[in-house]
């Protein structure tokens, strides 16, 4: 196994609601890349707290029409997973269909179906470690030019809740979701 890249403060500033408040160390988190022979990666995303966002994944969209597949060694975690609209044969990055945040813990498998945006927020105390298997390419602009994903998930008394990203234009209330029941929505 071997360190892919860490990820700072700095370079995810832009994608936080209110990166002045930030009270968590750097590195965000940590990607690791030849774990086994079905992972790829390992990602360890610290508990903290960064401008009362729970700590989180950069984020991005698939450019490779494949399904990626994540597990949870050890934590607790939600996915935020958005799909954008397509219109005039274009995707509209700033126009999302459906939102769910999905929620897992140690144990839990779930699928990523192709053009979902998706993003990783440790809403647990302790270091959430996740496995996936991608291997093909990622779109992180889509992310960066709209300051993050549709939603910003937000420590409230320990408990996570949604805060509308108000680059966005008219969202669909996000629906809350288990690893297990998302996998036989996108198996549908
Ligand atoms: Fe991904």
Wanted: net charge negative.
């Amino acid at each position: 196994m071997l360190l892919k890249f860490t990820r700072s403060i700095d370079e995810m500033l832009p994608l936080l609601m209110n990166g002045k408040e930030v009270k968590s160390k750097d590195p965000v988190y940590w990607v690791f890349s030849n774990v086994s022979k079905k992972w790829e990666h390992a990602t360890l995303i610290c508990p903290g707290d960064f401008g009362g966002e729970f700590p989180k994944t950069f984020g991005h969209y698939h450019t490779t029409d494949s399904i990626e597949k994540y597990k949870v060694l050890y934590g607790q975690g939600i996915i935020i997973m958005q799909k954008r609209k397509f219109i005039d044969d274009d995707w509209v990055p700033d126009q999302i269909e459906k939102v769910y945040f999905v929620e897992f813990l140690s144990g839990d498998e779930i699928n990523i179906p192709p053009e979902w945006g998706h993003s990783c927020s440790n809403i647990g105390a302790e270091p959430l470690l996740l496995l996936d298997d991608w291997k093909g390419e990622e779109d992180y602009e889509p992310i960066k030019k709209l300051g993050g994903l549709a939603y910003f998930l937000v420590n409230k008394d320990g408990k996570a809740e949604f805060v509308p990203n108000k680059n966005y234009k008219d969202l669909p209330k996000p629906e809350w979701i288990t690893a297990s029941d998302f996998n036989k929505l996108s198996c549908e």
